[in-house]
Structures are given as structure tokens and as C-alpha cells.
């Protein structure tokens, strides 16, 4: 059975710091790991990670996957407020199905 | 970029009532939609697969009598929750996929919909 584990389950910083979310995963016929950022509503998407090694970036956000070691790191640069939220790990097998972590939940403080 | 409607955004029913939730895709076509739960302070869990011209894929452990699926359409597909009680008050959502490339496939959200079961 597919998994996907994230760590912290929660983290609370203060605006300006840096923030690193893990994921590893267990996934038959891997086909993408994916980020999405989820507020009041449903899972906003983020990043799609396919090949190992290549940073995936956005403004203050990046994200990298290891195939070989299993797992994604997501990070956050001079965290704001608004980057609160619960932030959402997910792979994609063999179908087109999502298996989602449990989630890490970030407060940043002002 | 692809977007996802749900219908309705929030609903409030007796218990024993059934409950259908509207998924579109607005600007693409979907063969295959997903619905998700999401219970308070858990991650979403995969309840079934929606095929457009044949029968729903459940996930183990969703009953496939009380959760009806139907994919009416390349754009349209309902989840209707039958004789809803309160356990089944909760975050319900749907995705479709959109193919970014011939291998990969962006998943795109609803909204969701929040049922509440009195």
C-alpha cells in the first residue's frame, strides 16, 4: 500500500524565518510527488516534482525530490504570516490516483 | 489555469436525508474525477474513483451503497450521500486530473464542500 509520511505534523516560527517541510514516501510505479498549500478551503497546488535533483522554485517557495533516498523537502525563505497554513504532500503511482500525507501545519508569527 | 467547480459550497441536512455534491470541470473535460474526505485537523483521504461511462472505483473501507457516485458527463460528476448521518459531517472534494504532459497529470481542486449532518 502506497504512503507518504510528513514531518513536522506542526511548526511554528516567526516571520522571517526559514522553514523546512519533509515528505518521504513508499509508492509503487512512482510517478510525481506533489505540494499543494491548504488554508480555509480545498488544497491549492504548489509544485510537481518528477525527476531527482532539480529544484523546483517559486518566489520565496522551492521544493527538490530524492528518488533514490524516497523523500521531498519543501522550503519557505523569510516566512510571512500568510504562508500559515497546512501545507500538503501527495504522490502519484501508478494510477492517477493522490495518496496524501497527514499534513504540516505552520503558524508563522509576526 | 484548469478550473474545478463545486456545488454546493456548504450544505446542512437532517440526518436520514440524501445529499448531492456537484464536481465540474469548467474549462476541460475529465474522464475520471476524484472525491476526497477531509475530517477536522486530518489530511484528505481517497474515497473513490468517478469514471465517466462506467461504474465507480471505491477505495477500501467506503461504502459504495451510501457514498452513489455517477459521472454523468466529461464534465460533470456527483457524489450523493445516502441516509446521511452526523459521523458523515465533513469536508468533501473533488479533483480532476489535467494533463500537463502526456505522462503527467496536474490534479485540480474544488472548492469543496462542507456537509453538516444534524
Known amino acids: 500500500e502506497d504512503k507518504v509520511v510528513q514531518s513536522p505534523l506542526s511548526l511554528v516560527v516567526h516571520e522571517g524565518d526559514t522553514v523546512t517541510l519533509n515528505c518521504s514516501y513508499e509508492v509503487t510505479n512512482f510517478r510525481s510527488l506533489l505540494w499543494y498549500k491548504q488554508e480555509k478551503k480545498a488544497p491549492t497546488f504548489l509544485f510537481m516534482l518528477t525527476s531527482s535533483g532539480i529544484e523546483k522554485k517559486s518566489g520565496r517557495l522551492s521544493s527538490i525530490l530524492d528518488k533514490k533516498e524516497l523523500f521531498s523537502i519543501l522550503n519557505i525563505t523569510a516566512t510571512q504570516t500568510g504562508d500559515s497554513a497546512i501545507y500538503l504532500c501527495?504522490?502519484?503511482?501508478?494510477?492517477?490516483?493522490?495518496?496524501f500525507g497527514k499534513g504540516t501545519k505552520l503558524t508563522v508569527n509576526p | 489555469g484548469a478550473v474545478v467547480s463545486q456545488h454546493p459550497s456548504w450544505v446542512i441536512c437532517k440526518s436520514g436525508t440524501s445529499v448531492k455534491i456537484e464536481c465540474r470541470s469548467l474549462d476541460f473535460q475529465a474522464t475520471t474525477m476524484f472525491w476526497y474526505r477531509q475530517f477536522p485537523k486530518q489530511s484528505l483521504m481517497l474515497m473513490a474513483t468517478s469514471n465517466e461511462g462506467s461504474k465507480a472505483t471505491y477505495e477500501q473501507g467506503v461504502e459504495k451503497d451510501k457514498f452513489l457516485i455517477n459521472h454523468a458527463s466529461l464534465t460533470l460528476s456527483t457524489l450523493t450521500v445516502t441516509s446521511a448521518h452526523p459521523e458523515d459531517s465533513s469536508f468533501y472534494i473533488c479533483?480532476?486530473?489535467?494533463?500537463?504532459?502526456?505522462?503527467?497529470?496536474?490534479?485540480?481542486f474544488g472548492p469543496g464542500t462542507r456537509l453538516t449532518v444534524l
Open positions: 479533483s480532476a486530473p489535467y494533463p500537463l504532459r502526456a505522462q503527467y497529470n496536474e490534479q485540480f
Open positions: 501527495a504522490t502519484q503511482g501508478g494510477s492517477e490516483k493522490l495518496v
